[in-house]
């Protein structure tokens, strides 16, 4: 079993019938291994690799994956959200029309809600078809994290967007943490916030339904100058 990063950039996770696989990524997003994992070793693996190297961890929804890492008294750096960033590229103006992230319908998901205490925990990987969420299995999340990158790499604005998807994926680990600890997440505060960083949102993509979860998301052309992030004391943002 791997245990430190070995160059890596971004370490993808994925849900497996038996347990989870991790694929490590380079700087420039090439795949350069797969570790498969028992669900019972992931927490003391995510650990070790935290001590060992920044990486940033690329998952499909960060309730999904985040929680049980807090109950394990696991905390990570930094992450992407999939499902989170994949509704601000396909909304944002920023971002080319063709582009195939605008396509990529299986991830316009809810996100994953626990439903009772005693509901499945992350790690029993049982295939319980009644949870919410977007995809998870490892491959699926490889295609969209390179569709998102690509539709970045593509935009009007790379810059503009990596600091929004950043600061998107750091506000996910955030309302995780708070919620841990017994404190409610206000998304009316985290949406302040943001405005305040990188300005009012504009109208949505034209084409694009405009529903809650949407409408939550949706970028456009930014008026104001970005500024840092709020320190949390152990986010960066994305390289």
Same mark, same amino acid.
């Given at each position: 079993?791997?245990?430190?990063?070995?160059?890596?950039?971004?370490?993808?996770?994925?849900?497996?019938?038996?347990?989870?696989?991790?694929?490590?990524?380079?700087?420039?997003?090439?795949?350069?291994?797969?570790?498969?994992?028992?669900?019972?070793?992931?927490?003391?693996?995510?650990?070790?690799?935290?001590?060992?190297?920044?990486?940033?961890?690329?998952?499909?929804?960060?309730?999904?994956?985040?929680?049980?890492?807090?109950?394990?008294?696991?905390?990570?750096?930094?992450?992407?959200?999939?499902?989170?960033?994949?509704?601000?590229?396909?909304?944002?103006?920023?971002?080319?029309?063709?582009?195939?992230?605008?396509?990529?319908?299986?991830?316009?998901?809810?996100?994953?809600?626990? %439903?009772?205490?005693?509901?499945?925990?992350?790690?029993?990987?049982?295939?319980?078809?009644?949870?919410?969420?977007?995809?998870?299995?490892?491959?699926?999340?490889?295609?969209?994290?390179?569709?998102?990158?690509?539709?970045?790499?593509?935009?009007?604005?790379?810059?503009?967007?990596?600091?929004?998807?950043?600061? %998107?994926?750091?506000?996910?680990?955030?309302?995780?943490?708070?919620?841990?600890?017994?404190?409610?997440?206000?998304?009316?505060?985290?949406?302040?916030?943001?405005?305040?960083?990188?300005?009012?949102?504009?109208?949505?993509?034209?084409?694009?339904?405009?529903?809650? %979860?949407?409408?939550?998301?949706?970028?456009?052309?930014?008026?104001?100058?970005?500024?840092?992030?709020?320190?949390?004391?152990?986010?960066?943002?994305?390289?």
């Amino acid at each position: 079993m791997v245990d430190r990063a070995d160059g890596a950039s971004w370490i993808v996770l994925g849900r497996a019938d038996d347990g989870v696989v991790a694929a490590r990524l380079g700087a420039d997003g090439e795949e350069l291994d797969r570790t498969s994992l028992r669900a019972a070793d992931l927490t003391d693996w995510i650990a070790a690799i935290e001590r060992a190297a920044s990486v940033r961890w690329v998952w499909s929804d960060s309730p999904r994956w985040y929680a049980d890492l807090l109950d394990a008294g696991v905390r990570v750096a930094r992450c992407h959200d999939l499902r989170l960033c994949h509704a601000i590229l396909r909304d944002s103006e920023l971002v080319s029309a063709d582009a195939p992230v605008r396509a990529a319908t299986q991830w316009d998901a809810t996100p994953f809600v626990e %439903e009772s205490d005693s509901m499945q925990a992350l790690f029993d990987l049982g295939g319980d078809e009644a949870v919410t969420g977007p995809p998870g299995g490892l491959d699926e999340c490889v295609q969209e994290f390179r569709r998102q990158r690509a539709a970045i790499d593509g935009s009007a604005d790379p810059g503009r967007l990596r600091l929004l998807t950043a600061a %998107e994926s750091a506000g996910a680990l955030i309302a995780v943490e708070l919620r841990a600890a017994g404190l409610p997440w206000d998304a009316a505060t985290h949406e302040a916030l943001l405005t305040e960083m990188l300005g009012e949102r504009p109208l949505p993509f034209p084409g694009h339904d405009s529903g809650d %979860e949407r409408g939550r998301h949706r970028v456009g052309p930014l008026r104001r100058e970005p500024q840092p992030v709020p320190d949390r004391g152990h986010v960066e943002l994305q390289r």
